[in-house]
């Protein structure tokens, strides 16, 4: 049924205008887009300002978020000026479920308020609790800002899906700690970019290894950029070269100098700031494998891409990454400097023994899919009835 269901777009349309490549949390609410799109209508808000869109505008808007492109800004703003300026159009919720998938301005009250006056039925969707788990690799105030945002949902939504069942464990314990109510909860496994095997060959002729994520504090790059300084050291022309592939986040400086600064790596570790699902598909299916020393994860996206095309994983056994992947990729503590130096050095050989074990290995994971991730929605939906 048209305008069925209520998809909030904001995070989407601000990065879009921006030109910034999705994110994960940007991969969801697409994918959701594309599979409710037809019978949804889009939400809005900035500093604010909060607006239901018309049908017709909501289907103009989605079709722009799918695909965008160098006037994506200017041809959004047309449709946003054309219908959400007076005279307003319907703002009552109706009963109907309204999406948020990311984590931005579930703190502000505001928006709790305006969708109980609207008559909507929030579903949020819970990534992670890195700020209250983690504070140290975070933002100043994000441990406060995160606690806040996590009682508003508690408080306002009709329900809440999860990204893992790591995730949903921890929500439990956060609302079980504050004695509060917990909405209907359902763990909803998120699928991997659409990522094709190429034809063509390894876009660099020596082995190599790729990490993939935005470089900030907690997928310590640090770690693997001081490794890399030894294995040149140790190895020379020999060493592998490793491919970092993630824009630049916060708090990041003492990676950024290495990376800029540092002769030892120059030729040797390559940073790609922006890659297409085409281009990082070329990258991980000839890489040696994925590396993923992470202190926290919620999920871990990355190593569902890698291990989809048949690259293997070194990876830090966080329980996420365990609840994925089982027992596939080689664990190594995310300080473990020596383990790390180690793994890298093996799989870096031809023949290494240790990654034909994990290829092997490979044959028993079965790759989260889209449409589970719907069952789960559905079921979600269907407890709300």
């Given amino acids: 049924m048209e305008g069925s269901l209520l998809i909030d777009v904001s995070r989407l349309m601000g990065r879009a205008s921006r030109g910034r490549l999705p994110t994960g949390v940007d991969r969801v609410c697409l994918a959701h887009v594309e599979r409710f799109g037809a019978r949804a209508q889009a939400v809005l808000q900035w500093q604010g300002w909060r607006r239901i869109a018309p049908y017709g505008a909501s289907q103009e808007l989605f079709a722009l978020l799918r695909s965008p492109d160098a006037a994506f800004r200017a041809q959004a703003t047309r449709v946003v000026a054309s219908a959400c300026l007076p005279p307003?159009?319907?703002?009552?919720?109706?009963?109907?479920?309204?999406?948020?998938?990311?984590?931005a301005r579930l703190?502000?009250?505001?928006?709790?308020?305006?969708?109980?006056?609207?008559?909507?039925?929030?579903?949020?969707?819970?990534?992670?609790?890195?700020?209250?788990?983690?504070?140290?690799?975070?933002?100043?105030?994000?441990?406060?800002?995160?606690?806040r945002r996590l009682q508003q949902l508690l408080a306002s939504a009709a329900g809440v899906l999860a990204n893992s069942e790591h995730t949903a464990e921890g929500l439990r314990r956060f609302a079980q700690d504050r004695q509060l109510a917990l909405p209907p909860?359902?763990?909803?496994?998120?699928?991997?970019?659409?990522?094709?095997?190429?034809?063509?060959?390894?876009?660099?002729?020596?082995?190599?290894?790729?990490?993939?994520?935005t470089i900030e504090p907690r997928k310590n790059h640090w770690l693997l950029l001081h490794l890399w300084r030894e294995l040149v050291a140790q190895l020379g022309a020999d060493a592998p070269h490793l491919v970092v592939i993630g824009q630049r986040g916060w708090e990041c400086e003492n990676v950024v100098d290495l990376l800029e600064r540092c002769e030892a790596l120059r030729g040797v570790v390559h940073e790609l700031p922006a890659c297409s699902d085409e281009e990082?598909?070329?990258?991980?299916?000839?890489?040696?494998?994925?590396?993923?020393?992470?202190?926290?994860?919620g999920y871990g996206l990355p190593l569902v891409e890698a291990l989809r095309l048949g690259t293997p994983a070194i990876a830090s056994p966080l329980p996420a990454f365990h609840e994925i992947a089982g027992d596939v990729p080689d664990y190594v503590a995310p300080l473990d400097g020596p383990g790390w130096a180690r793994a890298i050095r093996d799989y870096a050989q031809p023949h290494s023994v240790r990654r034909a074990a994990q290829i092997e290995r490979m044959a028993g994971f079965a790759t989260p899919t889209w449409d589970r991730h719907f069952e789960q929605v559905e079921a979600l939906l269907e407890r709300l009835r």
């Fill in 88 to 103: 307003w159009p319907s703002q009552q919720g109706r009963g109907r479920v309204y999406f948020n998938h990311g984590h």
């Fill in 107 to 147: 703190e502000d009250a505001g928006l709790a308020g305006w969708l109980r006056r609207t008559g909507q039925r929030p579903v949020y969707m819970v990534h992670d609790l890195i700020p209250l788990t983690h504070p140290e690799y975070c933002r100043p105030g994000e441990q406060e800002r995160h606690a």
């Fill in 185 to 213: 909860l359902q763990a909803a496994p998120l699928a991997p970019a659409d990522l094709r095997a190429p034809s063509t060959g390894a876009p660099l002729a020596r082995p190599y290894f790729v990490v993939l994520g």
């Fill in 280 to 297: 990082l598909a070329g990258w991980l299916a000839h890489a040696r494998a994925l590396l993923f020393p992470s202190f926290a994860e």
